[in-house]
């Protein structure tokens, strides 16, 4: 009788196991699989955002590192900068934005947050003379350069989480930085360094290579222009500094997963496929000399085949995710090209994704090895009580799991709803409240992508419904958002009384994609169209006005570029003005030659008080196409990494210069879609055509 009994109890109990460790497998199978997808879309979010705010931030210290070569140069001239006519502020102006008390909760800031190894002060700047400097030469410069403190303040002000150091160095020996800090080394010479020999030898706008900083010994990188004399001979190169590592700090990571993270920027140096480590999240300051070479890392993996292709992506500019050791750790490779050669890259650590799903696994199995070693022990001791205890350690352990199991499979078919309801009171129940908490965060996803699609329905409705029908022109528009929504438009407005006749034509980028250029480009067509009916004709002033209330609405990381027309149908002329958009293109019937529609100006939103000229009129003649685009047009990019270009816009147009306006429109736009197959366009895509009959 007992073989009997004891023979189907051991069955039923190897079943258990079986069906306990199946059940287990199952779930954590299932979690592992969400919890990746989930990971791996927000990783990928997190770089884009990245190299996003690297573009902008590039951008800005560029139109910095211009304002301070100017103002140096005005310095060496005895020149001050002048109010600009029609109210704008010239860039000295422009800077005066800034006040004492901000300057001092800067500096307060900065210290707390052990930006600079020493004290620093931001009142004042240091003054060092390079050994061997003529004396006659050097009082000559120091009188020019006695008031550079407010310049340097006003200028740091404007990117204080970007900017390190400024200084100015002269050939005739001097050096300035800012703010002051402890002195440089004895042998120290500005002219020797790499960032002033690029500078001097390119004439224009540089940045280096990583180096290490004479002070601190960080890594640094420079953004360096040279300035001139009034006699146009060089005088010498200033700069700004970046301490690389704080460049990561526009990366914000999830807490789940960051722990031993690595974040990085990667380049390639003449075009190989050997990637070095440009700067790193966790570099630490360097113990080199600052007089010696900072040596870059390279990239590289235990895993040869997958590493191999990794690099062929990045030489060919792609995007993408990839599971490779790094150090002998299995790791999520994350990685996007940004401008030029520079791709930024995710690292990872599996485990760190595979956490929880392993921490479940980890549970299941110690509960199914001691609940196996009660059942031997109460076996040895009570036949029937061991059957009994068996039956109802059965169901304690495996009824919740199965409902794990079950609604693991619901929340993967894509029922966020999938719910357990498990009150065990233990690790089980534990296990059930994280499941019931993945659901609404997956659905709380989709509902933000939903409302990006009906974003973008409702910014469609605020492009023109209708073109004007104006007797001897025949005249279009067409945009293609690259998402959900998107910062390009155009518009149409057309005057009464005594303006008929008059047609304004609008086109605007603005920089960045999703809600917020969506939301930006809302607010710029209205207040561009309210401008438009209060100054009608005056370009000038609608951009100075239209530029002034953008600025103070939007961000500072958020500016558009505008092309704003006045087409006089009665005259056949028309006159124009930019704000830092791509000029307009003529094309000639007469002789069938292309010219661009050229006038200055900087990108709106951007700086206030800045004067926008107005060009022309120009005659339009019979037969006359002139054609107002966005970038997303020329700089589209096919796999290759060619781009789209104004030579084949120009040729698309010559090919289809008889077709209606409306025809034109759609088939540049269909021919920048097939040209970038299979890949799709990366940025809006917006044109124009006016075409004189």
Not at 12 to 38: C, E, H, P, W
Request: aromatic share 10%.
């Amino acid at each position: 009788l007992l073989s009997v009994s004891l023979i189907p109890l051991i069955l039923i109990i190897a079943l258990q196991r079986f069906s306990f460790q199946v059940t287990g497998n199952k779930v954590t199978s299932d979690i592992r699989k969400v919890l990746d997808d989930y990971a791996y879309y927000n990783m990928e979010s997190i770089l884009h955002q990245f190299n996003m705010n690297l573009d902008l931030n590039v951008r800005l210290l560029e139109a910095l590192i211009k304002i301070q070569a100017d103002r140096m140069e005005e310095a060496l001239r005895g020149k001050k900068a002048k109010r600009r006519k029609g109210g704008a502020k010239s860039p000295d102006e422009f800077l005066d934005t800034i006040t004492l008390e901000s300057v001092k909760n800067l500096n307060d800031k900065r210290h707390s947050n052990n930006v600079y190894p020493f004290p620093v002060d931001f009142f004042s700047e240091n003054i060092f003379i390079v050994k061997g400097a003529s004396r006659k030469k050097v009082d000559k410069d120091l009188a020019a350069f006695r008031d550079l403190t407010e310049v340097f303040k006003k200028i740091y002000h404007k990117a204080p989480q970007i900017i390190y150091w400024q200084h100015v160095s002269l050939e005739s020996g001097i050096i300035i930085t800012y703010p002051k800090g402890i002195a440089l080394p004895k042998l120290f010479d500005p002219r020797k360094r790499d960032w002033y020999k690029m500078a001097k030898k390119a004439g224009g706008l540089i940045w280096s290579e990583p180096y290490v900083d004479a002070s601190t010994h960080k890594p640094m990188l420079t953004v360096a222009k040279p300035i001139y004399r009034s006699d146009g001979s060089f005088a010498g190169v200033t700069g700004i500094d970046i301490h690389l590592p704080l460049i990561f700090r526009w990366m914000h990571l999830n807490p789940d997963w960051a722990e031993g993270a690595e974040r990085m920027l990667l380049t390639s140096h003449e075009n190989k496929k050997k990637f070095k480590i440009l700067a790193r999240s966790s570099m630490e300051d360097s113990l080199e000399k600052w007089n010696q070479p900072l040596k870059l890392e390279t990239i590289s993996s235990e895993d040869t085949t997958e590493f191999n292709a990794f690099l062929n992506e990045l030489f060919e500019g792609k995007s993408g995710v990839r599971i490779m050791r790094y150090k002998g750790e299995k790791a999520i490779w994350v990685y996007g090209g940004g401008k030029g050669r520079v791709i930024a890259l995710l690292l990872v650590p599996y485990k760190n994704m595979t956490e929880l799903a392993d921490r479940t696994e980890e549970f299941l199995w110690k509960k199914n090895t001691q609940w196996m070693r009660y059942s031997a022990l109460f076996l040895a001791l009570l036949l029937i009580t061991e059957v009994i205890i068996v039956i109802k350690l059965s169901k304690k352990f495996t009824s919740p799991i199965l409902d794990l199991a079950n609604a693991g499979q619901k929340l993967a078919g894509g029922n966020f709803d999938a719910h357990v309801d498990i009150q065990s009171g233990d690790e089980l129940q534990q296990l059930g409240d994280i499941f019931n908490r993945i659901g609404p965060k997956l659905k709380e996803h989709q509902k933000m992508q939903q409302s990006l699609v009906l974003a973008g329905a409702i910014q469609q409705r605020l492009l023109p419904k209708d073109v004007p029908h104006i007797p001897g022109f025949d005249i279009a528009g067409l945009c293609r958002f690259s998402d959900e929504t998107g910062g390009d438009y155009y518009d149409f407005i057309e005057f009464e009384k005594d303006d008929s006749g008059k047609i304004s034509i609008i086109v605007g980028d603005v920089s960045g994609h999703g809600i917020s250029a969506a939301l930006m480009m809302a607010s710029a067509r209205a207040i561009v169209r309210s401008n438009i009916r209060h100054f009608t004709s005056d370009l000038s002033r609608i951009m100075y006005e239209f530029n002034n209330e953008l600025t103070a609405d939007s961000e500072t990381e958020k500016f558009m570029t505008l092309f704003l027309g006045l087409l006089d149908t009665e005259k056949r002329t028309i006159i124009w003005t930019s704000g830092g958009h791509d000029p307009a293109i003529r094309y000639h019937a007469m002789n069938g030659k292309y010219e661009e529609l050229s006038t200055q100006g900087i990108p709106v939103g951007f700086l206030s008080n800045m004067n926008f000229e107005t060009a022309g009129p120009l005659k339009l003649n019979k037969g006359d196409i002139v054609l107002i685009g966005t970038d997303g047009i020329w700089e589209t990019e096919r796999e290759d990494e060619e781009m789209f270009g104004k030579d084949r816009l120009s040729q698309v147009v010559n090919n289809n210069k008889d077709k209606s306006a409306e025809e034109i429109c759609r088939i540049i736009v269909d021919s920048v879609i097939d040209f970038c197959k299979p890949r799709k366009p990366e940025d809006d895509i917006t044109v124009v055509i006016i075409k004189v009959l």
